[in-house]
């Protein structure tokens, strides 16, 4: 089926998250290593990326490394992080020719020297693209950035630059990572499991979640289409009635 004439490009969402699972699986189910499917889902991740750009889609947030990685076997999380740094510098050029910005939220400080300093100078090399901002969530766990952000706002009430009679939903916004990007409308996940694994909390109130029977190296642009196209066939009511939409 075509899905990519069934979309109504009048009708895309914003802003796609995803999150990226079933790389280690793939890799098992072949008789290969775990880092083998790391290495072949940065194709997806590719593909992905362009295929959302031609679209006209706006942010793109990939779930790349949650801090509850870091309890995975030594040697995978050493491959990934050399991954991740190779990754890096070999797709800025193609990020400039698609005028794609990249961008990450986590706590970046804290991971290795190589693969932060590669990371910064990727955002740094590509911060006039205008396209579509690609996000990497990278040693990022949404509990973590809710804990940051309610710490700082407590700082900055502390400090009386800010009054607690002041603080609303829009005020909170303002203190976490995402703070620029307006919330998805769209959560992808493949691999089969039907969870958000602590990923955009707070942002996610009222995404649509796809959940794909998919693992992620074999994730396509066929698969992105399916997804919005079922995006579009939901009707997202925000507490209001149908009856209200229509009016």
Excluded at 45 to 65: C, P, W
């Amino acid at each position: 089926m075509n899905w990519d004439s069934k979309i109504n490009k009048e009708r895309l969402p914003k802003h796609i998250a995803v999150i990226m699972d079933g790389n280690g699986r793939w890799a098992k189910l072949k008789g290969k290593p775990r880092v083998f499917g790391h290495k072949n889902g940065v194709k997806s991740v590719r593909e992905i990326s362009e295929a959302s750009a031609e679209l006209g889609i706006k942010y793109l947030t990939l779930y790349a490394f949650s801090t509850e990685n870091w309890n995975r076997p030594k040697l995978e999380v050493t491959a990934l992080m050399a991954l991740l740094v190779e990754t890096i510098r070999k797709e800025i050029s193609t990020l400039n020719k698609n005028n794609i910005r990249l961008n990450a939220i986590g706590e970046l400080s804290k991971l290795p020297g190589k693969s932060h300093k590669a990371l910064v100078e990727a955002i740094e090399g590509t911060k006039t693209n205008d396209r579509m901002t690609l996000t990497l969530a990278l040693n990022y766990s949404s509990r973590w950035e809710l804990t940051h952000a309610a710490k700082q706002l407590a700082k900055d009430v502390k400090k009386g630059l800010i009054n607690e009679e002041q603080i609303d939903e829009k005020v909170f916004n303002s203190y976490l990572s995402t703070n620029n990007i307006p919330d998805p409308e769209l959560m992808i996940r493949t691999s089969g499991e039907k969870r958000v694994s602590n990923y955009l909390l707070w942002q996610m109130a009222y995404t649509e979640f796809c959940f794909l029977d998919v693992f992620w190296p074999d994730f396509n642009r066929e698969h992105l289409y399916k997804a919005l196209v079922d995006f579009q066939s939901r009707e997202r009511r925000f507490g209001k009635t149908s009856e209200q939409l229509t009016n």
